[in-house]
């Protein structure tokens, strides 16, 4: 980044307009840029649902997508999976989207919004724009951030959506043509990038579950041995609803604990008298859930600093050296545990599982030394989508700023 645009941004943090800048209703942008509202230069439909229970509206050629069937990582990734008739359409408020309409979704899944490929008709989850005197895609990027901007602002507060009224009302802040094809560009390769990595890391996942069936699969010479010979689930302790508050120690929660992963985000916290060791969590244990919705999920925690379990949260703790902990780990994260756990939930108003349930289920180890050789091996594929991870939210960062310099101004293109 130069100093120029250094400074250009700390002048407009303090509020100060700089040179060739102007102040507008959606901020501080280049003085050449034009503001117009969105209704003045797009043709802005809705959308609807044709009844579902009339079979004949169902069995068309007309593809028509929900909410559900956009994803918030592309703007180019649509599910299209039903179909409806002509008549659908007639007797419904649903409309035909022309290829390339952006549509918004505007209700359910709010923030969400992608370009269509082909022509289709929508739910009434969407406001569509079907023509636009703009480039799509820059008008679809510029759209998606001021949706999420706006968002934020409103967080905390009970979100049903946002109007076609309030769409068509948008002021938007805009450069020429050809300086927003310049600005699509270079934002739709930051996207290629992105995608590139993730498809890596899916691709790495893939690869370790394959590999963690064949190594972790029984063979000649290997001994049954219960879960309860090698380790002990410790429970967590039960703290009460007076105890939490927002400082202290962190709580986790079986809410906390999500798939493979334990989250602190939303834990409550302790700051009372100190609470025995057997509670303690540290970088490297691994949890499990022990009711509740995520019942049976398995969290490594990994965090560098210590937390307390909460009651119905379970801590795998090895008791019986000639077993290798890290391939117990490899062992609590594999298919092959998730299958036998499914055979002892017990399912219900609340599903949940003991302790004891656990600790009986049986696997088939291998000697020591090659537990330690196949926890070794299985830890590297770890360690490297960790790296690929940690390579993916760099990149994500480095688009969300991108994407803010690009769309205010304060980077200007070369047209």
């Known amino acids: ?68 069937d956009i994803t918030e990582k592309s703007v180019n990734n649509i599910n299209i999976s039903r179909f409806i008739t002509t008549s659908a359409i007639q007797n419904s408020a649903t409309k035909i989207c022309p290829k390339g309409s952006i549509l918004i979704v505007s209700r359910v899944g709010v923030g969400k919004i992608a370009i269509s490929p082909i022509e289709l008709c929508t739910s009434q989850d969407f406001t569509n724009i079907i023509k636009s005197e703009s480039d799509k895609l ?36 805009m450069p020429d043509l050809k300086e927003q094809q310049k600005i699509a560009d270079i934002l739709s390769k930051w996207d290629e990038a992105v995608s590139l990595q993730e498809h890596l890391i899916k691709n790495l996942e893939k690869q370790k579950k394959s590999l963690m069936q064949k ?67 540290k970088k490297g244990d691994v949890l499990i859930a022990m009711s509740g919705a995520t019942t049976g999920k398995i969290g490594l925690y990994s965090y560098d600093f210590i937390s307390y379990i909460n009651q119905r949260v379970g801590k795998f703790i090895l008791t019986n050296k000639v077993f ?25 108003a609340q599903p949940n599982i003991s302790s004891k349930d656990i600790e009986n289920i ?15 091996l299985l830890a590297y594929f770890d360690r490297y989508t960790d790296i690929q991870t940690q390579k993916l939210n760099k990149l994500k960062n480095q688009q969300k700023a991108i994407q803010q310099l690009l769309l205010t101004g304060i980077v200007r293109v070369e047209k």
């Not at 299958?339 to 017990?346: D, G, H, Q, T």
């Not at 049986?362 to 030394?369: A, D, H, I, K």
């Open 215 to 281: 190594l972790l699969s029984p063979k000649e010479g290997w001994k049954p041995s219960k879960l309860g010979d090698c380790i002990k689930l410790q429970n967590g302790f039960a703290f009460k609803s007076q105890d939490f508050c927002t400082e202290g120690v962190a709580i986790v929660r079986i809410s906390n604990i999500t798939e493979k992963k334990v989250d602190l985000n939303n834990c409550p916290h302790y700051s009372g008298a100190y609470i025995n060791d057997e509670f303690i969590v």
């Open 324 to 348: 290798s902990y890290e391939y117990i780990t490899q062992l609590l994260f594999s298919t092959i545990f998730e299958n036998k756990l499914k055979n002892i939930l017990i399912t219900g």
């Open 1 to 68: 980044m130069t100093n120029e645009i250094k400074q250009r941004i700390e002048q407009i943090n303090r509020g100060e307009v700089p040179i060739g800048y102007k102040t507008t209703a959606v901020g501080i942008v280049p003085v050449e840029w034009e503001e117009r509202r969105l209704e003045d230069f797009c043709t802005i439909i809705g959308g609807g649902t044709p009844a579902t229970g009339n079979c004949d509206f169902w069995n068309g050629n007309i593809p028509w997508i929900s909410s559900s």
């Open 362 to 376: 049986v696997f088939v180890f291998p000697n020591l030394e090659e537990q330690k050789k196949v926890s070794k």
């Open 138 to 173: 820059y008008l679809t990027y510029l759209l998606k951030k001021k949706i999420i901007d706006n968002l934020k602002y409103l967080q905390g507060t009970s979100i049903k959506g946002i109007t076609i009224k309030e769409i068509k009302s948008y002021s938007m802040s």
